[in-house]
């Protein structure tokens, strides 16, 4: 168990990663910066400019995002020069990794600090393989790396797994009617309204929800990675898995969590942090695992750290009165469902990241501002949040309402 505590975590809506997008005009650090500001707003400027460090995820580090998005945000928000900056990429684990990394340290220095962390990711100005890691289109070099495009994974999964497209689609739009359904209730407490340049509320919604989503609208949606697995990453998959003929390809685009803007940030710290500071934490984090799994599957290890996280701390899924589990993917919750039976009016009870979009670093963080709001709005008090990322990363955390 740390002592490490939780006294607020804030996000963005996610806007679509697109042109018209509804923070596609912002840059990244302008889009952090709003969030930081909210924090100060909610919680004093004495909490968030007396933080020891600031700490984001955030996978493409080029362009936009290039520069150490982190310092950049430190110092377009004029937070003091003491406050330390660090960025990191776990793929889309980053986010919680951060959180992670945030309360290790202060847990290990005993200083009486909080710490900002958390991720940002705008797909709108940085696409997806935006680094454009010479692996991507390599096919020599990816091959001997074991490396696959994320999105072919899902569908080695599928095929491994025995699951169809009904059932992806069926957990499809359950995420979209459940995300629907929380934002007609009156809005998520932990999302932040975004203003744009001129300083008028650009965004205040998840753009990519889709109220009213039905398995029979998604027949539609064909496969989508069929043509890429033909390139060649088919052949490397199926060398790791010589028990395979093929690869069923089964995922359409609409399987996909939406590509989208967006930004979280949580503040964390000792007990005696948040009373140097005259504020009451929100939850404690009671335990957090980091894994590393398959490169090739890539998906399972979040499923390793969930499962490394309750052995840890002896829990049970049935212990848990809500459960943020990272719908990276359709197969990944089907998988959940079905092989670890949770009850699943706790599992993403206001949908998850099929409806609502994935912003690749920000997306852990994403999860635990979800959980901190979702558990305050049901009066909930044991959270558990599990994050998958490219090449087998994972990320699972506990955290306990005080």
Wanted: glycine content about 12%; aromatic content about 4%.
């Amino acid at each position: 168990m740390t002592q490490t505590y939780i006294y607020d975590a804030v996000r963005s809506p996610r806007g679509k990663a697109k042109e018209d997008g509804g923070l596609a005009a912002l840059k990244p650090h302008a889009l952090t910066g709003q969030l930081i500001d909210a924090l100060a707003a909610r919680n004093g400027a004495d909490a968030v400019r007396g933080a020891a460090s600031l700490t984001l995820g955030c996978v493409g580090q080029v362009g936009a995002q290039g520069g150490h998005i982190a310092l950049v945000t430190r110092l377009h928000t004029g937070l003091p020069d003491v406050v330390r900056a660090l960025t990191i990429n776990n793929y889309c684990v980053s986010g919680l990794t951060a959180v992670g990394m945030a309360a290790s340290e202060a847990d290990a220095s005993g200083d009486d600090r909080l710490r900002l962390s958390g991720g940002v990711e705008m797909m709108s100005a940085v696409p997806f393989m935006g680094d454009k890691a010479h692996y991507y289109a390599d096919a020599k070099t990816a091959a001997a790396l074991r490396y696959a495009p994320v999105a072919l994974s899902a569908d080695l999964m599928a095929t491994m797994e025995g699951f169809s497209k009904d059932d992806l689609d069926a957990v499809t739009a359950r995420s979209h009617n459940r995300a629907a359904a929380a934002w007609e209730k009156g809005g998520l407490s932990e999302v932040i309204a975004i203003k744009g340049g001129d300083g008028q509320v650009s965004l205040t919604h998840d753009e990519s929800v889709r109220a009213g989503m039905s398995v029979e609208k998604l027949a539609g949606f064909g496969p989508a990675f069929a043509e890429m697995g033909a390139a060649g990453f088919d052949a490397v998959m199926l060398k790791a898995r010589p028990e395979l003929k093929e690869i069923n390809h089964v995922h359409s685009v609409a399987n996909c969590p939406p590509v989208c803007d967006g930004a979280a940030l949580a503040l964390v710290g000792s007990k005696g942090a948040g009373e140097a500071v005259g504020i009451k934490p929100k939850a404690r984090i009671r335990a957090a695992v980091e894994a590393t799994g398959d490169p090739v599957l890539q998906l399972t290890a979040g499923f390793a750290a969930m499962e490394q996280l309750l052995k840890k701390t002896g829990l049970k899924l049935s212990d848990f009165d809500r459960i943020e589990f990272m719908e990276a993917f359709a197969a990944t919750p089907v998988k959940f469902e079905r092989d670890y039976q949770p009850d699943m009016d706790k599992v993403n009870p206001e949908g998850g990241h099929l409806a609502m979009g994935h912003p690749m670093g920000a997306s852990g963080a994403i999860l635990l501002a979800t959980m901190l709001g979702g558990l305050e709005r049901s009066g909930g008090s044991l959270g558990l949040i599990v994050a998958h990322g490219g090449s087998g990363v994972g990320s699972a955390m506990v955290v306990e309402r005080v």
